[in-house]
């Protein structure tokens, strides 16, 4: 019996000699290796030129709504933020309650000229990007850039003041 268990492992060991004795093939680098061993040529890519006239307008626009929008949501702020501690501890559907969910609406409305001018920036980054128009994309990316800052400090706002409400 158990010279059936070890049959397996003697027919295997007249194999393992065979590959000791100098049959496998060499690990030596051959001449066929290494013939793409050569640095891929330079790609020269003209930077962007600076921003095209027609835009320049459009993002400035899109800066002054955006400051306005800024202002809007400040002005809004202390309001909301005053309805919202007032209504801590209010059952929800009080009437306490109900004015700091309608400040909230107030604050966010408040920010739309932001989000718009956010928007129409992403969708001309987007258009000019697959177009291939680079041609002042460093002043629209730093302009958008800009923007979300301002947009995701005002996100953070609005959640801590939702935040706050119960029922939230």
């Not at 460093?138 to 801590?160: F, M, V």
């Amino acid at each position: 019996m158990r010279a059936l268990l070890f049959a397996p492992l003697l027919l295997s060991l007249p194999a393992c000699a065979a590959t000791q004795a100098g049959d496998e093939p060499s690990l030596a680098r051959r001449s066929v290796e290494g013939r793409f061993d050569v640095a891929p040529p330079a790609v020269i890519a003209a930077p962007p030129g600076p921003l095209p006239t027609d835009l320049a307008g459009r993002l400035q626009r899109w800066e002054s709504d955006a400051a306005a929008g800024q202002q809007a949501f400040a002005a809004e702020r202390e309001g909301a933020a005053s309805a919202v501690s007032a209504a801590a501890g209010a059952p929800v559907a009080s009437e306490r309650w109900v004015v700091a969910q309608q400040a909230i609406s107030r604050l966010t409305a408040a920010r739309a000229p932001l989000t718009g001018a956010l928007a129409d920036i992403d969708r001309l980054y987007i258009d000019r990007s697959a177009e291939e128009a680079i041609d002042g994309l460093p002043a629209i990316y730093a302009l958008r850039d800009r923007l979300a800052g301002l947009a995701s400090t005002q996100d953070a706002i609005l959640e801590a003041l939702n935040g706050q409400l119960p029922g939230q």
